[in-house]
């Protein structure tokens, strides 16, 4: 029980929910990546977004003449000037990995694609990092490629919702008006009820 309490102690109030339902075998990886999704919005609204965000964005839509190092500058500067803000730092990390990768944008989607890594890297920082220690050493996946697999099948699940969070974050870095968005769920014709065999 001690065991547990010291997991539970790494997650926000936010993320133990998703947790609760990650522990349940039973349950699909839609039903986690559904709590997951409210989770990050919750989160995003609760430390007020990333207020630095169209700063970050500047740096990656920079002319490619400064060397990353010099941007990778810029942006701890922009860290700093925010105080280590937790969302600004991992924003910056994310930046500093597409500018290394030379991710290619087109023109006006720097701000999109800064902000699906943005949240993707949330959800994993706040949530898989922190599940993937109790999760393998309760012998809930019997390896930690095991763990992998499963975590790849939730991102996949989420990714359009993650889609239209980042959309939201784009037009409101501060979160005050992001909503969870709508499940895609999808609607069975009344017509074809009417077939079924009743047992």
């Known amino acids: 029980m001690a065991e547990n309490d010291r997991f539970e102690k790494y997650l926000g109030a936010g993320w133990r929910t998703a947790a609760n339902y990650a522990e349940n075998e039973n349950a699909s990886l839609e039903d986690i990546g559904d709590k997951l999704v409210e989770s990050l919005v919750y989160c995003l609204r609760e430390y007020n977004g990333v207020p630095s965000f169209q700063e970050i964005a500047v740096v990656l839509k920079a002319p490619m003449e400064p060397s990353p190092f010099e941007r990778f500058s810029t942006l701890e500067d922009i860290v700093r000037d925010r105080k280590g803000h937790r969302h600004t730092k991992v924003a910056a990390n994310e930046a500093k990995t597409l500018l290394v990768t030379n991710r290619a944008f087109e023109p006006g989607d720097v701000e999109m694609g800064l902000a699906q890594a943005l949240c993707l890297a949330l959800v994993k920082h706040y949530f898989f990092a922190r599940v993937c220690p109790k999760m393998t050493a309760t012998e809930r996946f019997s390896n930690h490629k095991e763990f992998l697999e499963w975590q790849d099948g939730i991102e996949h699940s989420i990714q359009p919702r993650i889609e239209l ?22 609607r069975v014709p009344t017509s074809e009820l009417l077939y079924e065999v009743l047992v």
């Open 165 to 186: 969070i980042a959309t939201q974050l784009v037009k409101d870095p501060d979160a005050r008006k992001l909503r969870v968005p709508r499940k895609n769920t999808k």
